[in-house]
């Protein structure tokens, strides 16, 4: 995968969580994930936010070893939080899992998710 990161500086950069555009220059494969939920192959959901947080990365990386990639092939993540409150420790998480990988991000604040007790989903997009 080669992947350059775009960030304008006449937009003033991007946050130190992502990168503004991610554009792939040579890429041939690219991998898009459906929502993910923070259940684990037991079918069980934390009620937990961190747990759940971390299962759901879990998983996305489960679907890219798969198919031959890692986390460093994501180019673009989108996420769904249920709990305004939960966005700092989605952050932490989210620093944490990525290990300074800052792929284009979007994140959505919405009333719920299909079930009450999900409390956050993330699609993805890698490419290699």
Not at 14 to 36: F, H, R, W
Not at 82 to 102: E, Q, S, T, W
Request: glycine share 8%; with cysteine.
């Amino acid at each position: 995968m080669t992947v350059k990161a775009i960030n304008p500086e006449s937009m003033g950069g991007a946050p130190a969580a992502y990168t503004n555009g991610m554009l792939d220059v040579g890429g041939k494969e690219t991998l898009y994930i459906s929502g993910q939920i923070g259940i684990d192959a037991k079918g069980v959901c934390s009620p937990d936010f961190a747990t759940q947080t971390r299962q759901v990365w879990s998983n996305i990386e489960a679907i890219l070893a798969d198919a031959g990639m890692t986390l460093n092939n994501v180019v673009k993540t989108t996420i769904f939080l249920v709990d305004r409150a939960d966005y700092p420790a989605f952050v932490d998480i989210r620093k944490d899992v990525l290990k300074g990988h800052k792929p284009a991000s979007t994140l959505v604040y919405v009333s719920g998710l299909v079930k009450p007790e999900w409390k956050v989903e993330i699609e993805a997009i890698a490419v290699k």
